[in-house]
C-alpha cells in the first residue's frame, strides 16, 4: 500500500553534512507527523528528528542546532539535512510516517561519520 524508500546515506568525514531523502508511494495517505530515527550497533533506536502535520518540528537534543527536518508535500518526501556532523552520528537513520491508519518505516540507510 505504501512504501517508504530512503537515499542519501554514505560516508562523510566530521564536520561535513549529508542530506537524506525519504519518498513515499503507493495509496493516498494522510500523514499525522513524520520523524527520523536512527540505530548504532549495541544501541537501541532513538528518535531523531520529527515534522508535524502543522510543519511544526522538535529534535534531540544531540542533534539541536545542527540538523533540519522539513518536507515537501507535492513530492511526498521528508529529508534530514545533517551538518556538523561527528563521529557519534554514525548509524543507520530509518524514516517514519504515521499515517491515520497506521505507521510506516523505511528500509534504513548508513550513515559513517569518519576520517
Known amino acids: 500500500q505504501v512504501q517508504l524508500v530512503e537515499s542519501g546515506g554514505g560516508l562523510v568525514q566530521p564536520g561535513g553534512s549529508l542530506r537524506l531523502s525519504c519518498a513515499a508511494s503507493?495509496?493516498?495517505?494522510?500523514?499525522?507527523?513524520a520523524g527520523w530515527y536512527r540505530q548504532a550497533p549495541g544501541k537501541e533506536r532513538e528518535l531523531v528528528a520529527l515534522?508535524?502535520?502543522?510543519?511544526?518540528?522538535d529534535y534531540a537534543d544531540s542533534v539541536k542546532g545542527r540538523f533540519t527536518i522539513s518536507r515537501d508535500d507535492a513530492k511526498n518526501t521528508v529529508y534530514l539535512q545533517m551538518n556538523s556532523l561527528k563521529s557519534e552520528d554514525t548509524a543507520v537513520y530509518y524514516c517514519?510516517?504515521?499515517?491515520?491508519?497506521?505507521?510506516?518505516w523505511g528500509q534504513g540507510t548508513q550513515v559513517t561519520v569518519s576520517s
Open positions: 517514519y510516517a504515521d499515517t491515520m491508519k497506521r505507521g510506516y
Open positions: 515534522i508535524t502535520s502543522g510543519a511544526s518540528t
Open positions: 503507493g495509496r493516498a495517505f494522510s500523514i499525522n507527523w
